[in-house]
Nanobody, 113 residues
Framework: VQLQASGGGLVQTGGSLRLSCAAS????????MGWYRQALGKQRELVAT???????NYADSVKGRFSISRDNAKNTVSLQMDNLKPEDTVVYYC????????WGRGTLVTVSS
């Protein structure tokens, strides 16, 4: 599986950004997809996941601010990030799992105070 993420950038506190990720795969279908993030010197942490059936899961720190969605026909997953805070400034990684984890290249989100 190959994952191509896009949409990072610079935004002011309280602003919004949308991350998108497209998956290409030799598997018949893409299973669970999601986003993780990692700050420098820290472990990668879950942000949000979504199953192929649409069941979502969010980290407590982003509940009510972030929304994950997917398009199964296009094998894409998106993360709408609203009310961004400076502590959301990290690198975000697209992720999926199919007989093993697959990661996209990180995309940097910077929230200025």
């Amino acid at each position: 599986v190959q994952l191509q993420a896009s949409g990072g950038g610079l935004v002011q506190t309280g602003g919004s950004l949308r991350l998108s990720c497209a998956a290409s795969s030799t598997f018949n279908s893409i299973g669970i997809m999601g986003w993780y993030r990692q700050a420098l010197g820290k472990q990668r942490e879950l942000v949000a996941t979504i199953s192929s059936g649409g069941t979502t899961n969010y980290a407590d720190s982003v509940k009510g601010r972030f929304s994950i969605s997917r398009d199964n026909a296009k094998n894409t997953v998106s993360l709408q990030m609203d009310n961004l805070k400076p502590e959301d400034t990290v690198v975000y990684y697209c992720w999926t799992y199919n007989s093993g984890p697959y990661w996209g290249r990180g995309t940097l989100v910077t929230v200025s105070s």
